[in-house]
């Protein structure tokens, strides 16, 4: 296992601007210090309600950064959960202003989520073979970005969003690879194990070491609502928050995707059942790891997780490094040769999302019905904690017939 607490100490050292907060002993998050999140049409009364303590604004895509003077000394976080109760009162609204810290999330290991150990090489996998499809689905993957890759270096998707999506293997140029590196790349192929005709649309919205914020993934989530959506959204990252209760302002980005698209997102890896957002949203798909046929010992749990898959020593899709050390010249050991293999939630989440993006491409229907069909408790078994069992374990009904028959595709794992 991993020290918690260095890592942390770790990734206070690199983000400055970032805090611990513990309203609730034992329940810690991370935020942005003196910032706060609002929905884009609350923020002028948001702006007026802070104005005392205000230094700047920053307006998004469907959402404003405000930034307080750090001089104010002001609790981010009680200013937050007022903010919208003041509104209410003064202006005798029907609801709360939208308004949130902005948390830092997490996919490495850093503190609490992402994947449960560091990965390991692995012998190169043939290339999914895609069969006959009835209609073409597009899979957005939140993350880290995408390296170049035999699977998919010559796709059309690829070619289009090759130079601004590609990853940073060592941001800090100590000729290691970083921390993070490869994730979004790793995620892609467990997709495409499922779903191998699947378009694959990227964003970055963490970096090498693991570490973004609700900003960033508002800002993608936004831009995918623009563009008119995606058929999935992969999204194997999160954070727990200061109240435990989901940050309104995401919760209102994933809203904006509409009713026609499935958000999948990891539950994290902390081996508890405290909530972890964006998992937890009702309107996400929330998926825990398995170990053979049982939890896995990192995965996080509980009732708000909805389905459960393969995610430990999974096998997929990563990037080229050999850690080569001039002058010297000295290989690191753990040479990365385009494939390996790796542990966590991060990946149990898109073995679901290829599941119900390859039933959908080889049925001809929408995701929606395809995720019904997938989740349904009636033909698969389930856990309790862990939701619907995705993959082996799965209790023999309609839709694994349905895919085994229609689609070369297996579960990993």
Known sequence: MFDQQARLERVLARHRDAVVVEPAPGRPALIRRDEILVAGQDAGAAEGLVRRWYDSRHDERGVTRLRLRAAAKV??????????ASAQAAEGRRRRLSVSPN???????MW??????LPRPAAPLPAPEAAATRRDVTVAILDTGLSPHPWYADAEWYREQRAEVEEVLDADLDYELDAQAGHGTFIAGVVLRHAPSARLLARSVIG???????????????????????????ISLGCHTYDDRPSPVLARAIAALGRRTVVVACAGNTATDRPFWPAAMKPVVGVAALDGGVRAA???????????????????TFVRFDGTRPPAGGIDPDLFDG????????????AVAGRIAGLAAAQGIDTVTAADRVLDPAAHRVLPDLGVVVGSGERPGREAATVHAESPVDAIG
């Not at 070491?209 to 936004?222: N, P, Q, T």
């Open 298 to 316: 990192f995965s996080n749990h509980g009732w708000w997780v909805d389905a459960c898959a393969q995610g430990v020593d999974v096998a997929s």
């Open 112 to 117: 609490w989520s992402g994947p449960a150990d």
């Open 103 to 109: 948390h830092l999330v997490h996919g490495q290991p």
């Open 208 to 234: 090498g070491d693991g570490v973004g914020d609700e900003l960033d993934v508002i800002r993608a989530l936004e831009w995918l609502a623009e563009r008119g959506g995606a058929d999935v959204v992969n």
């Open 75 to 84: 609790d981010v976080c009680e200013l937050a959960s007022g903010l919208g």
């Open 339 to 350: 494939y390996a293999t790796w542990s966590g939630t991060s990946f149990a989440a898109p």
